[in-house]
């Protein structure tokens, strides 16, 4: 393996332990250019990537390069300016090319214009019964934008393929009409687009630059929550678009009305169109998922192999992708497929272990973040209604999945009185028959304490 082959291997493996945000951030443009007696020299456009990479990264990067080829002992990281594009971004509406011949990673190929990412197509996404609702309402939003559903707001657990469909959408409309001009943003970059655009005082600008959009993607809204001024600003945004029959398309991982600190108003424009969630996969599209990928790759395993995968990984796509990923450098660098054994080995820190399962500190972890609560606001002595119903919901969880006594859920709850323990318990499963949005909460806690 050359040292081209080495980096790539390494960057393959680095997109599944970092968000693709940072991904995108610190590796673009970064390459091996020396490796002498197990001493590595990666080189990096600017000192920031170069501090960012040694501080943060360094003992990653390093681990990854030793599994691959253990004489590597060591790394360093030098700055290498790269020349100035001659070509301004206005003009390559499309790809980057240089990015895209320096590093084949499709993060980094996104479309300047849209945001969107094209390699998230409806032609490689997996359809099964987890995600029908979701994908046919998606499909008949690209096809009749702004008049089908509006809003169209998909909703699920992490990694589930929320992002692939709305992006989907946002690439079949833009390849079938080139005038439609398509807006594909995250709410965190929302968020900070917002605060900027205010503090240098080009609100204007910005809304008059949304209100120009045909198409605009956000993706999880849930992160709006909170954030009063920019759900005003959207609130306007939305109606503006919406009055115009412009498609409005939303990710979350939960339903509207489980988003707390979100506007009354804001929720129930959320909830006027077509709510559609992604559930889980079931072992069958897990296979198929996996026969899909790994033939993008032009790779062939044994049905073993994939099996086994398909059997093990099941906390959601972007692991199955993750574990694959691992098998495909293995064949890269072997030049053979691994046997059932290495391939178990390779595998295991996908696979579900016993320390998957549900726990006491993933319940509590769980069911705060759901609420967006510290964990230590569940034990906080108080009667306010904001506290006591999750402090309730965790009780319920230790004790329906994991057979707490009420005594000790009690004791881990400051020594409360048993009694109290009970109650929240019964509440919560009486609540849980009278209450659809209740329940709905409590599915979606439950399926984020087993899939973590
Ligand atoms: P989310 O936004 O819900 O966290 P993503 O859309 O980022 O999830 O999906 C995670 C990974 O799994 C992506 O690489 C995506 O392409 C892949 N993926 C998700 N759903 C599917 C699907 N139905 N078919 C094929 N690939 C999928
Ligand atoms: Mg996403």
Same mark, same amino acid.
């Given at each position: 393996m050359n040292n081209t082959e080495l980096w790539q291997s390494v960057l393959a493996q680095m997109q599944f332990n970092i968000s693709k945000a940072n991904f995108a951030t610190?590796?673009?443009? /970064?390459?091996?250019?020396?490796?002498?007696?197990?001493?590595?020299?990666?080189?990096? *456009?600017?000192?920031?990537?170069?501090?960012?990479?040694? @501080?943060?990264?360094?003992?990653?990067i390093l681990k990854i390069l030793r599994e691959t080829d253990d004489t590597i002992k060591d790394l360093d990281f030098v700055i290498r300016p790269q020349p100035l594009k001659v070509v301004s971004e206005k003009t390559l509406p499309e790809i980057d090319k240089n990015d895209s011949e320096q590093l084949k990673f499709e993060e980094l190929k996104i479309n300047k214009e849209t945001n969107l990412n094209p390699r998230y197509d409806f032609e490689n996404f997996v359809v099964g019964s987890f995600n029908e609702l979701a994908h046919a309402a998606a499909l008949a939003v690209s096809e009749n934008p702004g008049f089908t559903y509006n809003p169209l707001f998909i909703y699920g657990g992490v990694g589930l393929g929320k992002t692939h469909l709305i992006q !989907?959408?946002?690439?079949?409309?833009?390849? $079938?009409s080139k005038k439609k001009k398509v807006r594909?943003?995250?709410?965190?970059? =929302?968020?900070?687009?917002?605060?900027?655009?205010?503090?240098?005082?080009?609100?204007?600008?910005?809304? @008059? $630059?949304?209100s120009s959009t045909d198409v605009l993607i956000i993706d999880d809204v849930q992160f709006l929550a909170g954030k009063n001024k920019t759900q005003e600003e959207f609130f306007h945004a939305f109606n503006s678009l919406y009055e115009k029959n412009k498609q409005i398309i939303l990710s979350s991982d939960r339903p509207p009305n489980a988003i707390s600190e979100l506007e009354e108003r804001l929720r129930s424009r959320f909830e006027g169109g077509m709510i559609a969630d992604i559930s889980l996969p079931d072992y069958e599209t897990r296979l198929v998922i996996l026969?899909?990928?790994?033939?993008?790759?032009? !790779?062939?395993?044994p &049905?073993?192999?994939?099996?086994?995968?398909?059997?093990n990984v099941k906390k959601n796509i972007r692991e199955l992708e993750g574990a694959l990923n691992k098998l495909l450098?293995?064949?890269?660098?072997?030049?053979? /497929?691994p046997d059932i054994e290495t391939a178990k080995k390779l595998l295991k820190g996908f696979v579900f272990s *016993? =320390?998957?399962?549900?726990?006491?500190?993933?319940?509590?972890?769980?069911? !705060?973040?759901?609420? $967006?609560?510290? &964990?230590?606001?569940?034990?906080?002595p108080t009667r306010r209604k904001e506290i006591v119903k999750p402090r309730q919901v965790a009780m319920f969880f230790l004790r329906k999945e994991l057979k707490y006594?009420? *005594?000790?859920? !009690?004791?881990?709850?400051?020594?409360?009185?048993?009694t109290t323990a009970i109650y929240a318990y019964k509440k919560i499963l009486r609540e849980n028959e009278e209450n659809n949005k209740l329940t709905e909460e409590l599915n979606l806690i439950k399926q984020r304490i087993y899939s973590g």
């Open positions: 610190w590796f673009q443009n /970064t390459e091996i250019i020396t490796k002498d007696e197990g001493k590595i020299v990666i080189s990096v *456009p600017n000192a920031f990537s170069k501090e960012w990479l040694s @501080n943060k990264y360094n003992k990653l !989907a959408i946002g690439n079949k409309i833009s390849r $079938n594909y943003i995250s709410s965190e970059k =929302f968020v900070s687009d917002i605060v900027s655009a205010i503090r240098s005082n080009t609100i204007e600008n910005f809304k @008059n $630059n949304l026969k899909n990928k790994a033939q993008e790759k032009k !790779a062939q395993f &049905e073993e192999i994939i099996e086994y995968i398909a059997h450098i293995y064949y890269k660098i072997n030049n053979s /497929t *016993p =320390f998957d399962v549900a726990n006491y500190k993933k319940i509590i972890e769980t069911v !705060a973040k759901f609420y $967006n609560l510290e &964990e230590k606001s569940l034990f906080d006594s009420f *005594p000790a859920i !009690a004791r881990k709850f400051g020594g409360k009185d048993h």
